[in-house]
């Protein structure tokens, strides 16, 4: 890590420099939370979906809706519905006005999992994040967002 480390900091432009570190970082996070989806049988997407699902209250959602709200939007959002539903963490339904719509929602034992992840994962993130003062925390969301924008744009 210290060898990627010294060869981001030798890139002279510093655009790129700042992409390549941006994405070394994402992939950072990525792989340290992976590792605590894993002891639970799940990926970081199917974590991201039953987030999604909780996030609804009780409503559900539809695949368009899982998709627009996927971090990963490469995501195969059928194929990791499909997984869910077979462990029992979530239930699809057809809608009943639109037989052509796929209304999908989070089951009590999904629910259940999720408040097994929380504190595990709020635990990492603080960890990860330790070395970072609030107002850098906060600085750092705000330039990122800033730039994120921009592709929204």
């Known amino acids: 890590m210290q060898e990627l480390t010294q060869q981001a900091s030798k890139i002279q432009n ?10 070394r970082l994402a992939n950072a996070f990525y ?3 992976a590792i605590k989806f894993k002891s639970f049988d799940l990926s970081a997407e199917q974590f991201n979906v039953l987030r999604i699902l909780r996030g609804q209250q009780g ?4 695949m368009c809706l899982i998709q627009e709200r996927m ?3 490469t995501s195969n959002t059928t ?4 997984k869910l539903l077979a462990k029992g963490l979530v239930t699809r339904t057809v809608c009943e006005e639109n037989r052509r719509k796929i209304e999908v929602c989070i089951t009590a034992k999904g629910l259940e999992l999720l408040e097994q992840i929380d504190p595990i994962l709020a635990q990492k993130e603080a ?3 330790s070395k970072l ?3 850098d925390k906060e600085h750092f969301a705000n330039q990122i967002e800033h730039i994120l924008n921009h592709f929204n744009t």
């Open 79 to 82: 194929r990791l519905v499909d």
């Open 133 to 135: 003062s609030s107002s």
């Open 31 to 33: 792989e340290s939370l």
């Open 71 to 73: 971090i990963s939007k």
């Open 14 to 23: 510093q655009d790129k420099r700042l992409i390549v570190n941006t994405m």
């Open 59 to 62: 409503k559900p959602a539809n």
């Open 127 to 129: 960890e990860l994040l």
